[in-house]
């Protein structure tokens, strides 16, 4: 204990029991922050209990680190090229990035494969975090020869928002720099892909979007 009397965390003013107490408080603050292994975070219900659509944020928003769940090992690792950690040799993700839950763009009708994307324009938040969302627009666009539709949307709490808009008219009209500058993202954030930008839509097409794919 001599050492943590030296930085004053123990002694007659902080005794030994309240020192571990406060360890364990922060063993837990910061436990639950941290993505659950072994979760089956693909397969989550589309909608929560509150009705409102789920994603599952893979990447955080400001981070140029290529996040992506492994449903089969089921965890979150950093995607590799050529054996190395894939960082993106642009600007970092504009939003949270992540997918919609128990759907599935099916490579037989057009779709790449996978769940559907999405971008959730709000407050940075960590690998693992399930957020309830609101769509409020659509990009359309093709990479690789696939379907490869971007959901946009807005955290359904307020507190982490942060624009107003809350449809894709207001979004159009109050935020057109940010939709410009998302669609330049993914048209240029990697170059090897070939990436088609067609068009934007709203938040109608949106949620029909999710509802084509939705597999639960």
Known sequence: MQKLNAFGLVGNKMNKSIFIITIGLCIIFFSCDAPKENKDYYHLPTYSSNNNIQAVVEIPAGTNHKIEYDKVARKFIVDSLEGKERIIDFLPYLGNYGFIPSTYSDPDHGGDGDALDVLVLGENTPTGSIMEIIPIAMLEMIDDGA???????????????????????????????????????????????????????????????????KTN
């Open 147 to 213: 379907v490869d539709h971007k959901i946009i949307a807005i955290p359904s709490n307020e507190k982490q928002r942060i624009i107003k808009a809350a449809n894709f008219h207001d979004f159009s009209t109050q935020y057109p720099a940010i939709r410009k500058m998302i669609g330049n993202w993914f048209d240029n954030y990697d170059l090897k892909d070939e990436v088609q930008i067609l068009r934007w839509t709203g938040e109608e097409a949106a949620i029909r979007e999710i509802k084509k794919w």
